[in-house]
């Protein structure tokens, strides 16, 4: 068993992180340090809405 980061236990020479989380980080440091609210909720909003427009995820009572 790796102790440590999980993802540090990966057999990748490089680690992959998703743009949506690089805004995420930003959005959680505007809001720690209570700097541009605004802007961490617009980044917040911008990345709902484009899950919110996903082929994967459109209604999740419909079993198609």
């Known amino acids: ?3 440590g980061w999980p993802w540090g236990a990966s057999q ?3 680690q992959i ?3 949506a989380d690089f805004l ?8 720690e340090i209570g700097e541009d609210l605004d802007e ?4 917040i909003n911008q990345i709902r809405q484009c899950a919110m427009n996903s082929f994967y995820v459109k209604d999740f009572n419909d079993s198609a």
């Not at 995420?24 to 809001?31: F, N, T």
């Open 12 to 14: 990748l020479d490089w």
């Open 40 to 43: 961490a909720s617009a980044i």
């Open 1 to 3: 068993m790796y102790h």
């Open 17 to 19: 992180i998703r743009y």
């Open 24 to 31: 995420l980080y930003k959005a959680e440091a505007l809001i």
